[in-house]
């Protein structure tokens, strides 16, 4: 869950600020808003990566997974595991996980491969699965069909569906058609 | 005049003349350890300015980037006038280790300015990727230096290519002696005011051909950076 009160970020010729809400567990809040309304500024707000008046009151750990992601170079799998590892968690006892969620993403057979020579898409598909393999309480998605094809859309819109019902997901999304598949409440920015 | 300076290169090399050995490895170890130790604070301020948010950081920017251009003859004057100013008491003119100072001056901003102008953006998307997943500022750390490691090495490489060439700073400060500050770069001016052409060419021959290999031996271990 997350709850936001009179919550306002303000730059240096702009001030945005938010309607209160509360962002259910357990289900997807699509944010809307025009073009530089403050959708991601929302998000990076609530990951903790700017500073905000107001309060944003979270239940647990918040990850936000950026619309132009940065691979490791590293394998994969590496990258991946990456945030596992920084908690010392067994990357072994996620090795089921990570298979399955890389082959709902069809990503296994690039596991070994180093992330920085893939295409855009699979990349964006590796930094994605290395946002929810540990399973974070809060997900933060912007724009996470940027880069990816139909199919991999439709990939995208299983996995979503199958983590809403363990989390608290935000997301900001242009696809029409993707948010109403995963989509089960609409938050709307500015205006 | 070219070709045969390339026959006298080649003489110069094979006539074993200690002098002109001694002046290549003069060269080489003063351009090498002023890049090295200039290599360990401009990285680190590089990374600092890159990634830093603190109010002047444009103005701090500005001031990086105009010492990356200062000549090196400039460098090389500031070196001098502290060398018989405040360090008078360490005798450091027409010293090697004066040399060493105003190459590892000459280069501090290069290598620091490079990392920020090549790899400012990213490190900022690094560390933010880091901190979104969870990451503690050691491994933070970790992890912007081993995601940083091509543009370090291309610094330090525009670094030393900047040190092994210049002549200014190393004429000045060094005095162009020989057997004891005399390097490649102040040879090579001092031959071409001497109207020896030839020899001129053949030891920039010998510098660029050096250059060539130091790349070509470290080209196996950063396929990133040469392909």
């Known amino acids: 869950m997350v709850r936001l009160k009179n919550v306002a970020v303000t730059y240096p010729a702009l001030r945005i600020t938010y309607a209160d809400t509360e962002f259910p567990k357990n289900a997807v809040t699509i944010v809307t808003g025009r073009n530089g309304a403050g959708k991601t500024t929302l998000l990076k707000a609530v990951g903790g990566l700017i500073g905000h008046e107001g309060e944003i009151a979270k239940e647990g750990f918040a990850t936000l997974h950026f619309q132009d992601p940065v691979v490791f170079d590293r394998s994969v799998y590496q990258n991946i595991v990456y945030p596992l590892e920084i908690r010392g968690r067994d990357v072994r006892a996620y090795d089921e996980r990570i298979h399955e969620y890389a082959r709902l993403m069809s990503l296994e057979e690039k596991l070994h491969e180093n992330a920085k020579e893939l295409s855009a898409g699979q990349k964006m598909k590796t930094s994605l699965l290395r946002s929810v393999v540990f399973e974070p309480d809060i ?22 569906n199958t983590l809403k019902n363990k989390m608290t997901i935000i997301l900001v999304c242009h696809d029409r058609a993707f948010n109403e598949a995963v989509g089960d409440g609409v938050y709307h920015v500015g205006g | 005049m070219i070709w045969e300076g390339l026959k006298t290169a080649f003489e110069l090399l094979v006539s074993f003349d200690w002098e002109i050995y001694q002046i290549i490895l003069l060269s080489l170890a003063i351009s ?48 001098l006038l502290l060398a018989v100013g405040p ?10 280790t004066a040399m060493f100072l105003a190459q590892f001056l000459l280069v501090l901003p290069i290598i620091a300015g490079s990392i920020v102008i090549s790899s400012e953006r990213t490190q900022v998307r690094i560390l933010e990727t880091a901190t979104t997943l969870g990451a503690r500022r050691r491994q933070k750390v970790t992890l912007l230096i081993k995601e940083t490691k091509p543009f370090i090495f291309m610094s330090l490489i525009l670094g030393f290519s900047r040190a092994i060439a210049e002549v200014g700073a190393v004429m000045l400060v060094g005095g162009n002696i020989k057997g004891e500050t005399r390097v490649m770069t102040t040879f090579i001016a001092m031959n071409t005011s001497m109207g020896q052409f030839g020899t001129s060419i053949a030891m920039g021959g010998i510098l660029l051909l050096l250059a060539f290999l130091i790349h070509l031996s470290l080209s196996p271990f950063r396929r990133d950076f040469y392909g």
């Open chain 1, 139 to 160: 997900l933060l998605l912007d724009e996470p069909t940027t880069y990816l094809d139909i199919e991999s859309i439709e990939e995208l819109k299983t996995l979503v």
């Open chain 2, 32 to 79: 090498l350890s002023a890049t090295l130790a200039a290599g360990v604070p401009g990285v680190l301020f590089g990374i600092l300015v890159s990634i830093g948010r603190f109010k002047g950081k444009r103005l701090v920017k500005l001031l990086l980037f105009t010492f990356m251009g200062v000549p090196p003859v400039v460098m090389g004057l500031v070196v």
């Open chain 2, 87 to 96: 360090l008078r008491p360490f005798n450091l003119v027409f010293t090697r």
